[in-house]
């Protein structure tokens, strides 16, 4: 899990190489965790990215997040062709452009979910 940690790191700081038209932003912090699920035989992924700049960082935390995942997966594959990866979702964000988002609240909203997710 470490080697997945580190891959969503050097991820997260490469999204703009990955994203066509995504812009270069300096970050401030790029924290990625990974949490063995023993119940669900499963891996929670929790990526928070940060900058000092006016923009957001949410495909930055995506980004970090889906490559920690892809990272288990290929380190899993040999063992199991059937390792899933699923809910890739922002679960809040707070600055830039667009304001602060939190997924619970759009929950309450929309209706539907379970909350629990990526990001």
Known sequence: MTIAQL???MAAKQTANLIPLCHPIPLTKIDVNLTLDESNHGIDIA????TV???GVEMEALTAASVAALTVYDMCKAASKGVVISDIK???KSG???GDYDYRSREEH???GNGKGVC
Do not use: R
Not at 47 to 50: D, L
């Open 7 to 9: 891959a969503g790191i």
């Open 90 to 92: 922002l679960l809040s």
């Open 47 to 50: 990526a928070v990215a940060c």
């Open 53 to 55: 700049g006016q923009t």
């Open 110 to 112: 929309e209706g539907g």
């Open 96 to 98: 830039g452009k667009s």
